[in-house]
């Protein structure tokens, strides 16, 4: 088996943590990348493609994301926009049919912990 050369966080795919989004800037330490760590109860592991339906989703389940947060430097996200979102709230808009589109290199390994390879993969885009 061959080590992996690359130090820094591992995306789901084995290989090194592409970075999600920078306008916004998004990812719990808010680096642009779904890096996980110390305080991150959510897991906020998925690099996900907004969508009206999950936004909605999302917001009925409790974390309103389109609203602007100024307080948070939070602009309030719409459809398009990439975000960082907790694996767990991914997994329960993928059990509810209304799961966003990922991007796999962007998604940190620890999402594996809530959903697998293969329900990702369902919901992968390109590059």
Known sequence: MNAN??????????????PCCFDPVTG?????Y???GPGDVGVHAICAI????FLLFSKKMG????TPRPE?????LKP?????VCASRWKEAYDAGCAPKVILEATHI????????EELQRFAVTE
């Open 5 to 18: 050369p690359h130090t820094g966080p591992t995306n789901v795919l084995g290989g090194p943590l592409l």
């Open 28 to 32: 719990f330490f808010r680096d642009g």
């Open 34 to 36: 779904c890096r996980v």
């Open 50 to 53: 907004m969508t009206e339906e």
């Open 63 to 66: 974390n309103d994301l389109i």
């Open 72 to 76: 948070y430097q939070f602009p309030g």
């Open 80 to 84: 398009g926009d990439r975000w960082c």
């Open 110 to 117: 620890a999402a594996l912990e809530f959903v697998s390879l």
